[in-house]
């Protein structure tokens, strides 16, 4: 019974392709997140989506799409991809938005783009 | 601007000792939450432990502590009686608003040794 999980766990593809990363989470939780994870470990978020609705929308290429279908899911579409789009995708979520919800973190997407 | 910093860059520590991570942060904002998270070299992100900007008693889960000091803008995570299992990135984070985003710092490993 995962809490946020994440498909697919790695995804290796050619640059210019497009490719589409799921997320899912069980708790009931409100608010979904999007991070990317650098080959340096530093972690920074994309997109936050409340009740389905876009919260945060970080400086990121429009070649990244999030789509929330319902609260339970968070899709981050990528088109044309890049070499600089090699990176581990972090999905989370949080019962809410406020300050002090910790954020639970589903597995990763470790993505390669050759 | 929020700021988030974590000096240590890397530490050893022996087996059953403790050892106490670093975190400084910088917000004009009096409600703010403080995280900590363990990433494994498996890769998950895993939530330890948090603190509110008006919590008065540090906060505590299991073996971890946070050793919270306000007015030096500081959060030190502390593990007690380390285990190998402990070996791992810890990051702390900060988020200083409802509809913002959490930041993270840039981490510490921590390699325990038998």
């Known amino acids: 019974d995962t809490a946020v999980s994440q498909t697919p766990k790695y995804l290796v593809t050619q640059m210019g392709n497009d490719k589409s990363i799921k997320c899912e989470q069980n708790l009931g939780h409100d608010t979904m997140y999007w991070y990317k994870q650098d080959s340096k470990k530093f972690l920074k978020i994309m997109f936050s989506?409340?009740?389905?609705?876009?919260?945060i929308n970080e400086t990121v290429p429009n070649r990244f799409s999030p789509k929330s279908p319902d609260k339970a899911h968070l899709n981050l579409h990528i088109n044309s991809l890049e070499l600089g789009d090699s990176a581990v995708y972090f999905c989370?979520?949080?019962?809410?938005?406020?300050?002090?919800?910790?954020?639970?973190f589903g597995p990763g997407t470790r993505l390669t783009v050759t | 601007a929020q700021k988030i910093t974590q000096t240590q860059p890397g530490m050893f520590v022996q087996e059953k000792e403790a050892v106490t991570l670093d975190c400084t942060y910088d917000t004009s904002d009096q409600s703010y939450g403080l995280f900590w998270y363990k990433q494994p070299s498996s890769g998950e992100m895993i939530f330890l432990i948090y603190?509110?900007?008006?919590?008065?008693q540090n906060a505590t889960e299991g073996r971890y502590s946070l050793n919270f000091q306000k007015a030096r803008k500081s959060a030190n995570l502390v593990i007690s009686a380390s285990q190998l299992g402990d070996s791992a990135m810890y990051f702390c984070a900060m988020k200083a608003d409802s509809w913002g985003k959490l930041q993270f710092g840039a981490g510490t490993q921590v390699v325990v040794t038998p």
């Open positions: 989506y409340n009740n389905k609705e876009l919260i």
């Open positions: 989370a979520s949080s019962q809410g938005a406020g300050v002090a919800y910790e954020q639970y």
């Open positions: 603190q509110g900007s008006y919590d008065e």
